[in-house]
Every structure is written in structure tokens, then in C-alpha cells.
């Protein structure tokens, strides 16, 4: 039974309170636990060189607690966790699946943050701990308490960046990067209960056997764009109209011809383009590597400037019609194409592949409502 991101989406956004204000949500938690860490390290008066030890030996602690509780409370049902089994398989990885990671709006943080009250019984619960321990020694309570509030506070900021967009400036920091790719993977359905549980740093998962690595492919120093935009038609059509190559120049601004077949293109096809992409014009031989009828199509290029690129269309039907995915890698070969990419020409190719979706969603809604008796794979005959 296929799931419909989009419907469950629309449902989880129409429960949220019309009060609920995520800057206020992650800045309680934010501050709440900053005042705690200020608490604890204030405390602090001359720490041996032995007592810094409990800073590493408190961190492999929380590493195997997040794991455990993850793997344990939130992806199998139990009387105890059911809250958090709600929450984190029912709604969370519902919210967000592969190949649908990013939030669309701040509102969507609600369903990636733990609740605000949580650190406040994370916090009381520390409390005797520290007490306890303070008996013994007082720094040694101080930074294990510190260590497991600070990983708390860890968690929450890398889960949220982890489903920031793929063109964001820090999901290409190089562990964001990493850790993203890992957690997208643990969303995948056949692996959310079995692999990728931590999401800070992966020990535990590697230790116990269950971290799972895929990279993407031709994703070495690939620069990413991902788009998508809701066309009011079938997938069947959209994704037929979209791999017909000899059509981009009517939607894309990039695209300047297209020599190649007519209709959409199957896995073998080849083609190609003249562009102006990123203020450069060039030339791209394409050849498409994979056609799914109405779910995805990919083709692989080589251009000019030592251009490689990595092109897939998806298509997930909705209740309206078809969410349509493009993602976009490519790399220059060269240094001095890599830097203009870096300091000017991503963020025109980004700007013009933004574009290029408001334009698919106008074309194919006006060609395939003009002549709906007239379709081959859902294109005008």
C-alpha cells in the first residue's frame, strides 16, 4: 500500500494549533537548556585532568541511550514508549520519507522538534543524578550532567538541520552532509527499524552492526538543487511531458534547443542541448540511464567547462494531481569553473531552475487541458 506524503502532510499541518509559534518553541528549548549548561559549568572550581575523562565517557553514554531509545521506543510499539512511537514512526516518518526530506515552511519544525516540555523532564530527571553524584564529586557530577544535557541539546539542532534543503549552506558542511545522508537513508521504509538510529554521530550504529551507507550517485563534490512544484495532472503525463527532451526550451530557461527522438525518452535514449545556464552558454550530450512510466526518469550529461551532470525527475501523485521532484547534481572539472560555480553561478542555476518548475506547472496544465482526447503519454499527438 503506496503512502501519500502530500495527503498526511496536509493533515498534519491542519492539526497544529493556530498558536503554535516554532521560534518560541526552539527558543524555550534553546534557552531552557542553556541555562542549565550555565548551572552546571558554573560550578565548576578547579577540574583535574581525570575529571575532564567524564566529558568522553558521558558522550559514549548518550551516544548509546539515543540509540537505544530511537531504536527501541520509536520504531517498535511498547506500552511505555507509545507516545513517542506516535510521534516519531506515526508522524515524523510519515512527514517525511526518501526523497522527501526538507520542511516547507518553519510551521513543519513542529513535527522535528521534540516537544518543548520534554527537556524539562530530561531536566528534572538530571537533577538527582547530578545530586547523587555531587556526594562523590562535585565537577565529576557537573560535566556528566552538562555532557548528556549539551548531547540533548545536539540532538535537536543536527535532526533539524538534517532536513534542511539540500542547497542550504550548511547541509553541505562536510559532517551535516554526511550525517544527513544517513538519516535520509534511516527514513527509508525498508530500513527505519533496522539501521542509521543515531544522528549525531554514528558509533553506536557501528558498533552494533546497523549503520547502513549508500552514497548518492555521482555525488562526489556534486553541487545539488532540488525543486518541486504540484501540477494538477497525472503522474503518467507529467513525467511523460517533462522526459520529453525536445519540449525543456518551452519550459526551462536554461534550455536553448534539444536535438534528439521526439517523446518521452527510455533508459538507452540519447540526445543533445545547447544551454545558458549560470550566465555561460555550453553544450551537453545527455544519455537517460532509467524511465519509470510516471514515477521517475534519469539521465546522465557531459558539457563543455568540464561540466558532468546528474538530472532525475520523480513523480508522486497527490489528491490533486502530481508532486513533481527535479533534482539537479553537477560538478566542473576544472578549479576556476568550480570557484565561479561556488562564488556566482549556483545561484543563478538555482534561480533558473526555480523558475523552470512555475513554467512546467503553466505548459502542462494548459497543453494537456487543451487536447486531453488528443494524448500519447499524456503529450498533445
Request: with cysteine.
Amino acid at each position: 500500500m503506496s503512502h501519500d506524503t502530500r495527503a498526511f502532510r496536509a493533515r498534519y499541518r491542519a492539526g497544529i494549533h493556530p498558536l503554535y509559534n516554532v521560534w518560541l518553541h526552539g527558543g524555550f528549548v534553546l534557552a531552557y537548556g542553556t541555562a542549565w549548561l550555565a548551572f552546571y559549568f558554573g560550578s565548576l572550581e578547579n577540574v583535574k585532568l581525570w575529571e575532564w575523562l567524564v566529558v568522553p565517557a558521558a558522550l559514549v553514554f548518550f551516544n548509546w541511550g539515543e540509540y537505544s531509545i530511537h531504536k527501541n521506543l520509536g520504531h517498535y510499539k511498547t506500552r511505555l514508549g507509545a507516545m513517542f512511537y506516535k510521534r516519531h514512526t506515526g508522524d515524523h516518518h510519515s512527514f517525511f520519507v526518501a526523497g522527501q526530506m526538507t520542511w516547507e515552511s518553519a510551521r513543519d519544525w513542529r513535527v522535528i522538534l521534540f516537544p518543548a516540555w520534554l527537556i524539562v523532564l530530561f531536566s528534572v530527571g538530571l537533577f538527582p543524578v547530578w545530586w547523587l553524584l555531587s556526594l562523590l564529586d562535585a565537577n565529576v557530577a557537573a560535566l556528566f550532567s552538562a555532557t548528556l544535557l549539551a548531547g540533548y541539546l545536539s540532538y535537536e539542532v543536527f535532526h533539524a538541520c538534517e532536513h534542511l534543503p539540500a542547497s542550504h549552506p550548511i547541509s553541505r558542511l562536510p559532517w551535516i552532509r554526511h550525517m544527513r545522508r544517513l538519516h535520509e537513508l534511516h527514513h527509508r521504509r525498508d530500513l527505519m527499524q533496522t539501521h542509521n538510529f543515531n544522528l549525531v554521530f554514528p558509533l553506536m550504529d557501528w558498533l552494533k552492526g546497523s549503520l547502513h551507507w549508500e552514497p548518492l550517485e555521482q555525488e562526489s563534490s556534486m553541487t545539488r538543487m532540488q525543486h518541486h512544484v504540484d501540477i494538477a495532472r497525472s503522474p503518467e503525463q507529467v513525467l511523460a511531458y517533462a522526459s520529453t527532451a525536445t519540449r525543456w526550451p518551452e519550459w526551462h530557461p536554461s534550455s536553448l534547443k534539444v536535438d534528439g527522438p521526439a517523446g518521452p525518452l527510455p533508459d538507452g535514449s540519447h540526445f543533445e542541448e545547447d544551454i545558458h545556464a549560470g550566465g555561460r552558454a555550453g553544450h551537453l550530450s545527455w544519455d537517460v540511464t532509467e524511465y519509470t512510466l510516471g514515477r521517475r526518469w534519469r539521465a546522465f550529461a557531459k558539457g563543455t567547462h568540464g561540466l558532468e551532470l546528474l538530472l532525475t525527475y520523480e513523480c508522486e501523485k497527490t489528491a490533486t494531481g502530481t508532486r513533481f521532484v527535479r533534482t539537479l547534481d553537477y560538478r566542473f572539472a576544472g578549479p576556476l569553473m568550480r570557484l565561479a560555480n561556488l562564488l556566482v553561478m549556483r545561484r543563478k542555476i538555482d534561480r533558473e531552475s526555480a523558475e523552470s518548475m512555475k513554467r512546467l506547472k503553466e505548459v502542462v496544465e494548459r497543453v494537456v487541458e487543451e487536447a486531453p482526447t488528443r494524448q500519447r503519454g499524456g503529450l498533445p499527438a
